[in-house]
Nanobody, 122 residues
Framework: VQLQASGGGSVQAGGSLRLTCAAS????????MAWFRQASGKERELVCAINPSGIYTYYGDTAKGRFTISRDNAKDTVTLQMNSLKPEDTAVYYC????????????????WGRGTLVTVSS
């Protein structure tokens, strides 16, 4: 099983980044997927999530109106489009998978990627 996140980097406030997570080794279309983030010295938090079919999504308060999660079950990828980035969005972003449905709780995800660093400067 592998979740490989890419697309992180450095951007100025107000800019955009697109993160992609490529999955392999499991039946991707059966898994709810999520993006979490962890800033230095803080707990890991749920950014957004998407159900296996892609019909239902969830956004945390910090992501609403700025971020969009999507998935391509033909390509086994989940994407996070981040717009209007703020310095407080600086964190390591992780993609995670949970069988059959997404969850609000990190402890319920069985598969995790290694993370990609997003740095937003003011």
């Amino acid at each position: 099983v592998q979740l490989q996140a890419s697309g992180g980097g450095s951007v100025q406030a107000g800019g955009s980044l697109r993160l992609t997570c490529a999955a392999s080794g499991f039946i991707f279309r059966s898994y709810g997927m999520a993006w979490f983030r962890q800033a230095s010295g803080k707990e890991r938090e749920l950014v957004c999530a998407i159900n296996p079919s892609g019909i239902y999504t969830y956004y945390g308060d910090t992501a609403k109106g700025r971020f969009t999660i999507s998935r391509d079950n033909a390509k086994d990828t989940v994407t996070l489009q981040m717009n209007s980035l703020k310095p407080e969005d600086t964190a390591v972003y992780y993609c995670a998978g949970r069988k059959y449905a997404y969850s609000y709780y990190a402890s319920e995800y069985g598969y995790w990627g290694r993370g990609t660093l997003v740095t937003v400067s003011s």
